[in-house]
C-alpha cells in the first residue's frame, strides 16, 4: 500500500489532484505551520491576461508560528465574491463552467472558520465532481519520519521553488486562452475541470 503526504491546499493544483488519484492512500497534513504564499491559501488560474493567483485571507496569529489546523479564515475584502467573480470572468465561455456553477457557488456564500475545513470541504466536493473516490484523511500529528511506502509531497508541490516530481508531467489539454499565452501547466484543478469536464479523470 501507497500514501501520499500532502500539505493542504485551496483548490489545489492538477499536481495535487493526480496523488488522490494514484496512490492508495492520502494523508493530508494538518499540523504543520502554515506559511504564506503556499497553495494552502492560494490557487492560481488562467485568465485573458494570464495567471492569475486568488488568495483567502487569513487572521493574524497571535504567536510567529500557528499551525495549519488554527488558521482562521478572515472575511477581509469580500473575498468570496472577489474570488468566485474571478472564476467566472476567466471561465464563463469555457465549456464547462456552467455546468459545476452550482456545485461550487455555495463554498462561496457560507462561511467557514477554519481554512483546512475548508480546503478539505472543497476537495471532497472536487473529487465527486471528477469522480474519483480517493482514501483520504487528515493526519492525526505531524509526520517526521515517513513510514515504509508513504511518499512526501509536502515540499513538493508549491508555487514556489517546487522540487522535481518525476512521477508528475503535466500534459497539455484544452485551455480557453491557449492561442493567446500557450498552455499553462499545473493550474488548478478548476482549470482542468471547467475546461475538460468529465473527461478531467484522464489527466489525473
Known sequence: MTTAL???????????????????????????????????NRCIIATANGTQALTIPVEKSETEKCLMRDIRISDHGNWRRLHWNAFATAYGDSPFFDYYADDLRPFYEKHYAFLFDFNMQMTMKLCELLDITPNISASKEYVKEMESGTVDFREVIRPKHPQPDRAFTAKPYYQVYAQRHGFIPNLSILDLLFNMGNEAVFWL
Open 6 to 40: 500532502l500539505s493542504s491546499a485551496y483548490c489545489a493544483p492538477v499536481q495535487w489532484f493526480q496523488k488522490l488519484n494514484r496512490y492508495d492512500a492520502v494523508v493530508v497534513e494538518q499540523y504543520d505551520n502554515f506559511l504564506k504564499q503556499t497553495y494552502r
